[in-house]
């Protein structure tokens, strides 16, 4: 049964860099099937996908989000990570790490991580 | 960019009850490529529908979505206890994203 587990601080300071790491258990980040996604959601509010990553090193980001995201994967370790510079207050939020299929479109997520709170704040 | 409008902010049922959940989008929707997702609290979200219509792995078919081009609904035919809880949509065509702001089923 595939598991996604995130983590990382879960206090971070306004203008510093957010930084997360999902590791994938029961599943190989190696496959050519799938793509892993970051997908976070304020606390009460909506979700908002970040970007997502394939095996190969290929990334794709939320137009919104390019200028202050960067994602990498490892698959001789089985993680994937994410990086979000500047953050401000409105970066607060539940981040979740989840897979979604490779194919010749974009696919649903279909397994996610439980998620992890990180808040902004001096 | 699409953007997904969801209707109602929040539905009171009882259970036993039809629910019918809406999503709108902006433009019409590439080869009808929207999931639903159901959130409980302190949980991540659970795919529920994709393709507008096909159900995940082990949705039981008392839910079931239908639409196309820019209308889409969800239906929860007899709501049990365990189906209140919050709903998202999401296209997911052109990227994987955007979603819907949800839909809050909540016991009447």
């Known amino acids: 049964q595939l598991q996604l587990q995130e983590s990382g601080p879960g206090l971070v300071k306004p203008s510093e860099t957010l930084s997360l790491t999902c590791i994938v258990f029961?599943?190989?980040?190696?496959?050519?099937?799938?793509?892993w996604g970051w997908i976070r959601q304020p606390p009460g509010k909506g979700l908002e996908w970040i970007g997502s990553?394939?095996?190969?090193?290929?990334?794709y980001y939320n137009a919104s989000l390019k200028s202050r995201v960067t994602m990498s994967a490892d698959t001789s370790t089985n993680h994937f990570s994410l990086s979000l510079t500047s953050v401000t207050a409105a970066d607060t939020a539940i981040y979740y790490c989840?897979?979604?299929?490779?194919?010749?479109?974009?696919?649903?997520?279909?397994?996610w991580g439980q998620g992890t709170l990180v808040t902004v704040s001096s | 960019e699409i953007v997904l409008t969801q209707s109602p902010g929040t539905l009171s049922l009882s259970p036993g009850e039809r629910a019918t959940l809406s999503c709108r989008a902006s433009q019409s929707v590439t080869s009808n490529y929207l999931a639903w997702y159901q959130q409980k609290p302190g949980q991540p979200p659970r795919l529920l529908i994709y393709g507008a219509s096909k159900r995940a792995t082990g949705i039981p078919d008392r839910l079931s979505g239908s639409g196309s081009g820019t209308d889409f609904t969800l239906t929860i035919s007899r709501l049990e206890p365990e189906d209140f809880a919050v709903y998202y949509c999401q296209h997911y065509g052109s990227s994987p994203g955007p979603f819907g702001q949800g839909t809050k089923l909540e016991i009447k």
């Open positions: 029961g599943g190989s980040l190696s496959s050519d099937s799938y793509f």
């Open positions: 990553i394939y095996y190969n090193g290929s990334t």
């Open positions: 989840a897979r979604h299929r490779h194919s010749n479109t974009w696919s649903p997520f279909d397994y």
